[in-house]
């Protein structure tokens, strides 16, 4: 089949070296400059694991190609649309960057084409884009919901074994044309309307956050309590109901899907008229646990002011050089407002961090390097290198009281401990030998962060 994929990044451009390697002749649009490049020149524009051979042979056989023109897509049967849909500062989805590709398919179109909705959005937009701008072009324009539920990190295995594929539309015929595209994908297919399968895509979020934040609340209340989160935890996630992922406590969220699709779904639930209480909870505890590490670091390390920190760890999670939302950007420019200095430090993600951090940041070149003379290390980001660190050296490099907070719980606490660290993890129980003690934000405290959704 003749594929166009518009928006070349995380999720178009596995899209479309997946397809091109399943047989398909794909075509992916990029408008961005440096990126299409980048991309004609043969390199990837970001990292994603597995990626880069599945893309080196899809241009070497020719069946994956690169352009700026969304004239190019006009010969294809199917048009996948994948251009980002970020929130705006009151918690709204930004929908221009979907409204610019579709209009100029419209505009252009010359035949019957499938357009593919991958890009998460709001319900009932489906609809409505088809009843506003679809119904306008010259020739029939079939329109599918098809949410993408890929893990950053982990996306090119996603693809291929999704738990399952959704499809929203209500012409049986093109989702069976769909669902052929998906053929070699061992995954149930659960077909729907528009409005629901986009809703589909919104609720896995919110939910999957809600564990997150749910987790980070639990891990708080252990903090009081003198309970440990890592058992407690690992316990509650045993039960089938409930299962173990998305239950590790740390420092919250981040990353370009669910601090938005909270936010956004809050927003769609304020502007029906709902108050989703639960969701608005969900983003409040997300954004405290930011503000949770400033006061840990405030209550060890007494001043912060001239103090050194070293955050290790950038990107939202491991395995991405992805720094959308992280969770260590926010908290270094709370840190940098209170007078701090910085060293950071990340194996993948620094050339896409160097762009936001500001200049008084200092830029390490390695993990150890990053340590030197700082009295504090925040572990941001779970990456595997941080968690089998020579502590015996890090003490050495490391300035009095030499406080590890690990943000993500993946260091070995005991061994921190035995080689005269003070260590505090997140919802671990406080050791008064080498726990100054664990500082809880009083509820009253409200987070600086974005998304306090009050009108529409
Ligand atoms: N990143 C993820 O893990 C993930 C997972 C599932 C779903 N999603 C959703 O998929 C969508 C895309 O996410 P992403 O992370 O890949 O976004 P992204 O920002 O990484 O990539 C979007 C790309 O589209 C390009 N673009 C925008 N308008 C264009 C146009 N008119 N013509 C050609 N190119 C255009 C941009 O330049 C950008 O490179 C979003 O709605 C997101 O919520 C993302």
Redesign the pocket.
């Known amino acids: 089949m003749r594929i166009a994929v518009?928006?070349?990044?995380?999720?178009?451009l596995v899209a479309a070296a997946c397809l091109s390697r399943s047989g398909h002749e794909v075509v992916c649009?990029?408008?961005?400059e440096g990126?299409l490049a980048e991309l004609q020149d043969g390199r990837l524009p970001f990292y994603e694991a597995g990626l880069a051979e599945i893309f080196t042979a899809g241009v070497g056989k020719g069946s994956l190609h690169f352009s700026?023109e969304?004239a190019a897509c006009l010969d294809a049967e199917v048009v996948m649309i994948?251009?980002?849909?970020?929130a705006r500062p009151d918690g709204r989805i930004d929908l221009s960057?979907i409204y610019?590709?579709v209009s100029?398919i419209v505009e252009q179109a010359r035949f019957p084409q499938l357009i593919v909705m991958?890009?998460?959005?709001p319900p009932g937009f489906g609809e409505n884009l088809k009843a506003r701008l679809l119904s306008r072009a010259g020739v029939p324009l079939t329109y599918l919901a098809n949410?993408?539920?890929?893990?950053?990190g982990s996306?090119v295995r996603d693809w291929y074994y999704p738990d399952r594929i959704v499809i929203g539309g209500d012409q049986e015929l093109a989702v069976a044309k769909l669902a052929r595209l998906y053929a070699d994908i061992d995954a149930p297919v659960v077909t729907m309307d528009v409005g629901s399968a986009e809703m589909v895509?919104y609720a896995a979020n919110a939910f999957l956050a809600t564990k997150i934040s749910f987790i980070n609340e639990i891990a708080n209340l252990c903090e009081l309590v003198g309970a440990d989160i890592l058992p407690v935890a690992r316990a509650v996630g045993m039960d089938r109901r409930i299962g173990g992922e998305f239950l590790q406590a740390g420092l919250g969220y981040g990353?370009?899907?669910f601090p938005?699709?909270t936010c956004g779904l809050d927003f769609v639930s304020t502007c029906n008229g709902y108050a989703f209480n639960l969701l608005k909870a969900v983003i409040e505890v997300n954004n405290r646990q930011r503000v949770l590490a400033l006061r840990k670091l405030r209550g060890m390390l007494g001043t912060l002011h001239d103090k050194t920190v070293c955050v290790l760890g950038l990107a939202f999670k491991p395995g991405t050089d992805?720094i959308r939302e992280s969770p260590a950007l926010d908290i270094i420019n709370l840190l940098l407002d209170e007078g701090v200095k910085i060293r950071v430090y990340d194996p993948l993600a620094m050339k896409n961090a160097q762009r936001l951090l500001p200049p008084e940041v200092y830029s390490a070149s390695g993990t150890m390097a990053a340590l030197e003379g700082c009295h504090a290390l925040l572990v941001a980001t779970a990456w595997p290198e941080f968690t089998g660190l020579d502590w015996t050296a890090v003490k050495e490099l490391m300035r009095p009281p030499r406080l590890v907070l690990d943000g993500r719980n993946c260091l070995p606490a005991e061994e921190i401990i035995k080689n005269g660290l003070v260590y505090q993890g997140v919802g671990r129980p406080a050791k008064p030998e080498n726990q100054p003690g664990n500082i809880i934000l009083p509820k009253s405290d409200r987070t600086p962060f974005r998304c306090q959704v009050t009108r529409c």
Not at 29 to 32: A, C, F, R, T, Y
Not at 118 to 121: A, I
């Open positions: 518009i928006g070349a990044g995380y999720v178009g649009i990029e408008k961005d990126k700026s969304v994948a251009v980002g849909t970020p960057q610019g590709a100029r991958k890009s998460t959005v949410p993408e539920f890929l893990r950053e996306a895509k990353g370009s899907c938005k699709d992805d």
